[in-house]
């Protein structure tokens, strides 16, 4: 993160940052430019670089991230690579610190850091204003269409022979690594 938050002050003209909570209120003040810059911080693999961060950021649904980018999703999956190459659970810490240690990020650090509640904290803090300060009365939905096992659709409406895989409302880092370890294992019983 330390690298991250020297790599924004260099190339994006952004204040001197020292925590995390600075990242994060540049990030949310300054949307167009941490984008940018976390696509080139993370050196996306594309044969076409986008021509902005996104399109319009008022549309949502609808606002698309990186017009004009074309990229293989694949090629720029360290984590994918881990768990389906090497059978490795990304929802275990040694596989993300593995993952960490590959991207070239410090190890000792990305370790301390989750040995805190800090990130958790500020993000259900930062949630729960958000929702306040913003009037929004609704919750989050997430659709996980998995079309290798013709489990697709949009939500209450499935085109394929099984369901997508729903998620209505925000639930724990543990619930969504269950939920992916179930998709996984419903890809290895169903495309076999």
Same mark, same amino acid.
């Given at each position: ?12 003209? #952004? ?19 941490? /984008?940018?810059?976390? /696509? ?49 659970? #990304? ?32 993000? /259900? ?28 659709? &949009? ?10 895989? &729903? ?11 269950? &939920? ?13």
């Amino acid at each position: 993160m330390t690298r991250f938050m020297r790599f924004v002050e260099q190339n994006y003209n #952004a204040p001197p940052m020292s925590t995390y909570h600075e990242l994060h209120r540049w990030s949310v003040t300054e949307y167009s430019s941490f /984008w940018m810059a976390f /696509w080139k911080f993370i050196d996306v693999k594309a044969s076409i670089q986008p021509v902005a961060a996104y399109d319009d950021v008022t549309k949502f649904p609808g606002c698309k991230f990186y017009p004009g980018a074309l990229m293989n999703f694949a090629e720029n999956m360290l984590i994918n690579k881990k768990h389906f190459e090497e059978q490795k659970s #990304a929802s275990y810490r040694d596989t993300l610190l593995e993952a960490i240690e590959e991207v070239g990020l410090n190890v000792e650090d990305a370790n301390a850091f989750l040995n805190t509640n800090e990130l958790e904290d500020y993000v /259900w803090e930062w949630y729960g204003r958000t929702i306040y300060e913003k009037n929004i009365h609704s919750i989050p939905l997430f659709v996980f269409n998995v079309p290798i096992i013709d489990a697709v659709g &949009l939500p209450f409406r499935s085109s394929g022979k099984r369901k997508p895989y &729903l998620v209505k409302g925000s639930g724990s880092s543990d619930y969504f690594a269950a &939920l992916f370890e179930q998709i996984y294992m419903d890809v290895q019983r169903f495309s076999m």
